[in-house]
């Protein structure tokens, strides 16, 4: 996934929370902007969460799914 799109989404206003989806099938939830760091490569991301830390390679976000908005049927 590009950067660009992630940073739209972190730095959006209002902020709304996302849910990072990756190819080896996890979800990183995003509840806040400052559970994200972007390192200076732009190649990855390090979002923190209760547990702890992942490192994520931008290349392997499949998608981001935003909380609170329904899905099309």
């Not at 992630?6 to 190819?23: D, G, S, T, W």
């Not at 400052?34 to 547990?51: G, I, K, M, P, Q």
């Not at 390679?57 to 981001?64: G, K, M, P």
């Amino acid at each position: 996934m590009p950067i660009k799109q992630l940073l739209l989404a972190c730095y959006a206003e209002p902020f709304q929370a996302f849910v990072i989806h990756l190819a080896d099938g996890r979800k990183l939830r995003v509840p806040h902007p400052e559970f994200l760091h972007f390192v200076s490569s732009n190649r990855v991301v390090r979002v923190y969460d209760a547990n702890g830390l992942d490192i994520v390679n931008l290349q392997l976000v499949t998608s981001l799914r935003f909380e609170g908005v329904p899905s099309k049927s």
